[in-house]
């Protein structure tokens, strides 16, 4: 729910990188690990750069954020 430096420069970012990164592990500091063919992962990877292109700034109300 929070970017804290810039949304536009996390989605270049994520178009910067998204065609050229392979991997099938997605190894978190917290929550579940997760294990992908390659290519799926790719495909998710990119649907997320797409996504977070189609974002805008928005103001942060901190009073609603869960901490």
Do not use: K, N
């Amino acid at each position: 729910s929070v970017t804290w430096y810039s949304i536009e420069g996390l989605a270049a970012s994520l178009a910067r990188t998204a065609g050229r990164l392979r991997f099938e592990w997605i190894l978190p500091g917290h929550g579940d690990r997760r294990r992908l063919a390659a290519d799926e992962m790719s495909r998710r990877l990119r649907a997320l750069a797409e996504r977070t292109r189609l974002l805008r700034p928005q103001p942060i109300d901190f009073t609603a954020v869960r901490w």
